[in-house]
Structure formats: C-alpha cells, structure tokens
C-alpha cells in the first residue's frame, strides 16, 4: 500500500506561481512514477505532468514550459512547480503514483491516488 498526501494549492492571480508537494508513504519502493493529474469542474480528469523513478519527465501540451515535475526519492516526495498560472489552470490537482510489480513480488500494478488539493487562478 501506498499513501499520498498533496499540499501547496490555493489562491493565486494570474501570472502568479504555486508549488504542489506530494508525500508518498508506504511501499514506496513500489513506485515506478509520480503523475500529476488535474479535473477542473465539469471536466474529466487529466493527466498533465509525470516524473519516473529513473528521471523520466513528461508534460501535457497545456503546462509545458510552464509547470516543472520534481521527484526526490530519497524523501519521498514529489513537486509540481507551476508559474504563469491561467485562470483555465483552476481545478483541483491530485498526484497519483504507479505501483509497478518489476520493482519487488509484493508490489502490485495498481495506482494510487491522493486527496487532492485546489488550485484556483483568478483573472
């Protein structure tokens, strides 16, 4: 099992910046890759951000060049640096993590997810 906690959302003006932090606990040696998700209300969740266990990062279209994946194994936590944020950047941002069984026989392929945390952007 594996547990993850978000903080670092809140109220920010456009243009202005946010770091999101997720806390992993548990197997974390199970974890392959932290991904970053987002749904903004009335919409379906979208994956926008992932960082691999070997230093891997992808972006969605829509955050390139502006948000920044970071993972510190060691700690166990990852970050999601965002700047010039848009008001179409509001939703509420969750971390997932991708349990892989390559990593050890007690590791399962599923994926856990945290809380969320809200993220909103005012013009």
């Known amino acids: 099992q594996v547990q993850l906690v978000e903080s670092g959302g809140g109220l920010v003006q456009a243009g202005g910046s946010l770091r999101l932090s997720c806390v992993a606990s548990g197997d974390t040696g199970c974890i392959e890759a932290i991904n970053w998700y987002r749904q903004a209300p009335g919409k379906e969740r979208e994956l926008i951000a992932a960082?691999?266990?070997?230093?891997?990062?992808v972006y969605d279209g829509s955050v390139q060049g502006r948000f920044t994946t970071s993972r510190d194994t060691a700690k166990n936590i990852a970050y999601l640096q965002m700047t010039s944020l848009k008001p179409e950047d509001t939703a509420t941002y969750y971390c997932?993590?991708?349990?892989?069984?390559?990593?050890?026989?007690?590791?399962?392929?599923?994926?856990?997810w945290g809380q969320g945390t809200q993220v909103t952007v005012s013009p």
């Open positions: 960082v691999t266990t070997a230093g891997r990062k």
């Open positions: 997932n993590a991708d349990s892989d069984s390559d990593y050890g026989a007690h590791c399962p392929n599923v994926e856990y």
